[in-house]
């Protein structure tokens, strides 16, 4: 569900989109956090993040400075994650290229 609504760019399917994210269990606990990485958001296509599907699946349709919270089944998750998890996911930037070889 979408938290704030961006008023930048959309993110279409196979644009390269700057990311931030964080992912909680279910009961609270922090997993990850892009945040903590560093300053520097990740760069993911939109639609297609094979390491991470939900990520991938979950940017497309933002608009750029857009909040989005994703509830994720295991089968959408990182390989070999077991549970649901929560991730709240911030869209700083939207590209104009599209990666090379990426979608329509």
């Known amino acids: 569900c979408d938290l ?4 930048g760019p959309e993110a ?13 269990r279910l009961n609270g606990r922090l997993l990850e956090s892009t945040w903590q990485q560093g300053p520097a958001p990740k760069v993911i ?3 297609n993040s094979p390491e ?4 991938g ?3 497309v349709g933002m608009r750029e400075g857009g909040r989005r919270e994703l509830v994720v ?12 998890m929560t991730y709240t996911l911030d869209l700083y930037k ?3 290229q599209r990666r090379p070889g990426g979608g329509a």
């Open 4 to 7: 704030k609504l961006g008023d």
């Open 12 to 24: 279409e399917r196979g644009l390269l989109v700057s990311v931030h994210f964080e992912g909680f």
């Open 45 to 47: 296509e939109a639609g």
């Open 52 to 55: 991470f599907p939900a990520l």
């Open 57 to 59: 699946e979950g940017v």
């Open 73 to 84: 089944p295991p089968r959408m998750n990182r390989e070999g994650s077991t549970e649901v």
């Open 94 to 96: 939207v590209a104009t």
